[in-house]
Protein backbone atom coordinates (compact mmCIF):
# COMPACT_ATOMS: atom_id res chain seq x y z
CA UNK A 1 0.00 0.00 0.00
CA UNK A 2 1.77 3.04 -1.46
CA UNK A 3 -0.68 5.40 -0.12
CA UNK A 4 -0.34 8.91 -1.95
CA UNK A 5 2.86 8.54 -4.17
CA UNK A 6 4.68 11.86 -6.21
CA UNK A 7 6.78 12.25 -9.18
CA UNK A 8 9.17 13.33 -10.08
CA UNK A 9 10.76 13.71 -6.28
CA UNK A 10 13.47 16.83 -7.98
CA UNK A 11 13.62 18.93 -10.71
CA UNK A 12 15.32 21.90 -11.97
CA UNK A 13 13.45 23.56 -14.72
CA UNK A 14 15.21 26.96 -16.90
CA UNK A 15 12.44 29.94 -16.88
CA UNK A 16 10.00 29.52 -19.21
CA UNK A 17 9.69 25.68 -19.51
CA UNK A 18 7.09 23.49 -18.93
CA UNK A 19 6.03 20.51 -16.95
CA UNK A 20 3.90 18.13 -15.15
CA UNK A 21 3.91 17.07 -11.90
CA UNK A 22 2.17 13.89 -11.45
CA UNK A 23 0.34 12.45 -8.11
CA UNK A 24 -1.78 9.28 -7.57
CA UNK A 25 -3.71 7.65 -4.84
CA UNK A 26 -4.50 4.63 -3.54
CA UNK A 27 -6.98 4.97 -0.92
CA UNK A 28 -9.84 5.02 -3.24
CA UNK A 29 -10.18 8.75 -1.85
CA UNK A 30 -12.40 11.37 -3.58
CA UNK A 31 -10.67 15.03 -2.75
CA UNK A 32 -7.05 15.15 -3.49
CA UNK A 33 -4.90 18.83 -3.04
CA UNK A 34 -2.03 20.32 -4.45
CA UNK A 35 -0.24 22.45 -1.86
CA UNK A 36 3.10 24.50 -2.39
CA UNK A 37 5.55 25.25 1.11
CA UNK A 38 7.90 27.76 0.81
CA UNK A 39 9.68 28.85 3.95
CA UNK A 40 8.51 30.26 6.85
CA UNK A 41 4.98 30.30 5.04
CA UNK A 42 3.94 26.55 5.93
CA UNK A 43 2.01 25.00 3.57
CA UNK A 44 -0.58 27.00 0.63
CA UNK A 45 -3.25 25.92 -1.25
CA UNK A 46 -2.69 25.39 -5.11
CA UNK A 47 -5.68 23.90 -6.67
CA UNK A 48 -7.89 21.03 -5.08
CA UNK A 49 -10.17 18.19 -6.38
CA UNK A 50 -13.19 17.58 -4.65
CA UNK A 51 -14.12 14.17 -6.54
CA UNK A 52 -13.18 12.28 -10.27
CA UNK A 53 -13.77 15.52 -12.54
CA UNK A 54 -14.52 18.56 -10.68
CA UNK A 55 -11.35 20.78 -9.58
CA UNK A 56 -11.01 24.33 -7.59
CA UNK A 57 -8.95 27.12 -7.04
CA UNK A 58 -7.19 27.04 -3.94
CA UNK A 59 -5.09 29.91 -2.43
CA UNK A 60 -2.35 30.60 -5.03
CA UNK A 61 -3.53 28.79 -8.38
CA UNK A 62 -1.60 31.46 -11.10
CA UNK A 63 0.71 29.83 -13.26
CA UNK A 64 -0.57 26.65 -12.68
CA UNK A 65 -3.50 24.28 -13.81
CA UNK A 66 -4.54 20.80 -13.03
CA UNK A 67 -6.35 17.71 -14.26
CA UNK A 68 -8.12 14.86 -12.05
CA UNK A 69 -7.36 12.57 -14.66
CA UNK A 70 -9.64 9.60 -12.96
CA UNK A 71 -9.77 9.12 -8.93
CA UNK A 72 -6.87 7.57 -8.50
CA UNK A 73 -4.41 10.44 -9.95
CA UNK A 74 -4.34 14.28 -9.68
CA UNK A 75 -1.74 16.38 -11.95
CA UNK A 76 -0.53 19.93 -11.84
CA UNK A 77 0.80 21.94 -14.44
CA UNK A 78 3.69 24.48 -14.85
CA UNK A 79 3.19 25.92 -18.47
CA UNK A 80 5.94 28.59 -18.20
CA UNK A 81 7.79 28.19 -15.23
CA UNK A 82 9.23 31.20 -13.34
CA UNK A 83 11.74 31.45 -10.50
CA UNK A 84 9.04 32.00 -7.89
CA UNK A 85 7.89 28.77 -8.23
CA UNK A 86 10.85 27.66 -7.03
CA UNK A 87 9.43 25.31 -3.94
CA UNK A 88 8.32 22.03 -2.76
CA UNK A 89 5.03 20.42 -4.08
CA UNK A 90 3.07 18.32 -1.84
CA UNK A 91 0.09 16.58 -3.31
CA UNK A 92 -2.71 15.14 -0.35
CA UNK A 93 -5.78 13.51 0.40
CA UNK A 94 -8.47 13.18 2.83
CA UNK A 95 -9.80 10.42 4.74
CA UNK A 96 -12.64 11.46 6.94
CA UNK A 97 -10.64 14.01 9.25
CA UNK A 98 -6.95 13.28 8.10
CA UNK A 99 -5.54 14.33 5.12
CA UNK A 100 -2.21 12.35 3.69
CA UNK A 101 0.57 13.84 2.36
CA UNK A 102 2.67 12.74 -0.54
CA UNK A 103 6.12 12.45 -0.16
CA UNK A 104 6.89 16.11 -1.77
CA UNK A 105 8.71 17.30 -5.16
CA UNK A 106 11.43 19.70 -4.86
CA UNK A 107 11.35 22.00 -7.74
CA UNK A 108 14.16 24.62 -8.82
CA UNK A 109 13.57 27.16 -11.48
CA UNK A 110 16.48 28.82 -12.60
CA UNK B 1 -9.75 35.72 4.80
CA UNK B 2 -8.94 32.86 7.10
CA UNK B 3 -5.58 33.82 9.12
CA UNK B 4 -3.39 30.83 10.98
CA UNK B 5 -1.04 32.49 13.57
CA UNK B 6 1.76 30.23 15.48
CA UNK B 7 3.69 31.67 17.90
CA UNK B 8 6.77 30.91 18.53
CA UNK B 9 8.70 30.48 15.31
CA UNK B 10 11.52 29.37 16.79
CA UNK B 11 11.78 27.72 19.63
CA UNK B 12 15.19 26.49 21.29
CA UNK B 13 14.67 24.88 24.50
CA UNK B 14 16.71 22.46 26.90
CA UNK B 15 16.38 18.70 27.07
CA UNK B 16 13.77 18.23 30.30
CA UNK B 17 11.89 21.41 29.82
CA UNK B 18 8.22 22.04 29.47
CA UNK B 19 6.54 24.51 26.80
CA UNK B 20 4.12 25.44 24.58
CA UNK B 21 3.20 26.27 20.97
CA UNK B 22 -0.01 28.44 20.37
CA UNK B 23 -2.25 28.26 16.93
CA UNK B 24 -5.05 31.70 16.81
CA UNK B 25 -6.94 31.63 13.92
CA UNK B 26 -9.04 34.26 12.48
CA UNK B 27 -12.39 33.04 11.80
CA UNK B 28 -14.52 30.19 13.06
CA UNK B 29 -13.59 26.60 12.57
CA UNK B 30 -14.18 24.07 14.86
CA UNK B 31 -11.55 21.48 13.17
CA UNK B 32 -7.82 22.04 13.65
CA UNK B 33 -4.80 19.52 12.60
CA UNK B 34 -1.46 19.61 14.25
CA UNK B 35 1.41 18.29 11.94
CA UNK B 36 5.13 17.50 12.22
CA UNK B 37 7.85 17.80 9.71
CA UNK B 38 11.46 16.80 9.62
CA UNK B 39 14.29 18.47 7.34
CA UNK B 40 13.17 17.25 3.89
CA UNK B 41 10.86 14.92 4.69
CA UNK B 42 6.86 15.00 4.16
CA UNK B 43 4.21 15.90 6.67
CA UNK B 44 2.91 13.53 10.09
CA UNK B 45 0.19 13.85 11.37
CA UNK B 46 -0.05 14.00 14.91
CA UNK B 47 -3.41 15.26 16.45
CA UNK B 48 -7.03 15.87 14.95
CA UNK B 49 -9.23 18.18 17.10
CA UNK B 50 -12.54 18.15 16.28
CA UNK B 51 -14.58 19.78 18.73
CA UNK B 52 -14.34 22.52 21.53
CA UNK B 53 -12.74 21.32 24.57
CA UNK B 54 -10.70 18.69 22.50
CA UNK B 55 -7.77 17.31 24.08
CA UNK B 56 -5.24 14.71 22.93
CA UNK B 57 -1.75 13.22 24.19
CA UNK B 58 0.36 11.34 22.52
CA UNK B 59 3.61 10.56 24.79
CA UNK B 60 5.21 14.22 25.67
CA UNK B 61 3.09 15.87 23.16
CA UNK B 62 -0.49 17.13 24.59
CA UNK B 63 -2.92 19.35 22.25
CA UNK B 64 -6.01 21.29 22.65
CA UNK B 65 -8.55 23.07 21.17
CA UNK B 66 -11.03 26.20 22.10
CA UNK B 67 -13.07 26.98 19.28
CA UNK B 68 -14.93 30.22 21.27
CA UNK B 69 -10.99 31.76 21.74
CA UNK B 70 -10.09 30.47 18.45
CA UNK B 71 -6.72 28.88 20.10
CA UNK B 72 -5.11 25.68 20.18
CA UNK B 73 -2.42 24.71 22.01
CA UNK B 74 0.77 22.20 21.61
CA UNK B 75 2.03 21.67 25.10
CA UNK B 76 5.25 19.89 25.25
CA UNK B 77 6.58 18.09 28.57
CA UNK B 78 9.65 17.08 29.74
CA UNK B 79 11.10 17.60 26.30
CA UNK B 80 14.05 15.38 24.02
CA UNK B 81 16.15 15.79 21.21
CA UNK B 82 13.82 13.53 19.52
CA UNK B 83 11.25 16.13 19.43
CA UNK B 84 13.09 18.33 17.37
CA UNK B 85 11.17 19.02 14.27
CA UNK B 86 8.76 21.69 12.79
CA UNK B 87 5.29 21.69 14.29
CA UNK B 88 2.42 22.74 11.84
CA UNK B 89 -1.29 23.86 12.49
CA UNK B 90 -3.86 23.80 10.25
CA UNK B 91 -7.24 24.65 10.37
CA UNK B 92 -9.81 23.13 8.26
CA UNK B 93 -12.06 25.18 6.15
CA UNK B 94 -15.03 22.16 5.69
CA UNK B 95 -17.42 24.31 3.86
CA UNK B 96 -14.85 24.84 1.18
CA UNK B 97 -14.16 21.25 0.22
CA UNK B 98 -12.10 20.95 3.67
CA UNK B 99 -9.29 22.96 2.45
CA UNK B 100 -6.42 23.16 5.19
CA UNK B 101 -5.07 26.79 6.62
CA UNK B 102 -1.52 26.23 7.47
CA UNK B 103 0.09 28.43 9.97
CA UNK B 104 4.07 29.46 9.38
CA UNK B 105 5.06 26.37 11.62
CA UNK B 106 7.59 26.46 14.36
CA UNK B 107 10.72 25.37 14.39
CA UNK B 108 11.62 23.47 17.59
CA UNK B 109 15.29 22.38 18.41
CA UNK B 110 15.98 20.55 21.73
CA UNK B 111 19.32 20.75 22.87
CA UNK B 112 21.35 17.64 25.13
Known amino acids: NAGVTQTPKFQVLKTGQSMTLQCAQD?????MYWYRQDPGMGLRLIYY???????DKGEVPNGYNVSRLNKREFSLRLESAAPSQTSVYFC?????????FGPGTRLTVT | ELKVEQNPLFLSMQEGKNYTIYCNYS?????LYWYRQDPGKSLESLFV?????AVKQEGRLMASLDTKARLSTLHITAAVHDLSATYFC????????????FGAGTILRVKS
Open chain 1, 49 to 55: SASEGTT
Open chain 2, 27 to 31: TTSDR
Open chain 1, 92 to 100: ATILIYEQY
Open chain 1, 27 to 31: MNHNS
Open chain 2, 90 to 101: AVDLREYGNKLV
Open chain 2, 49 to 53: LLSNG
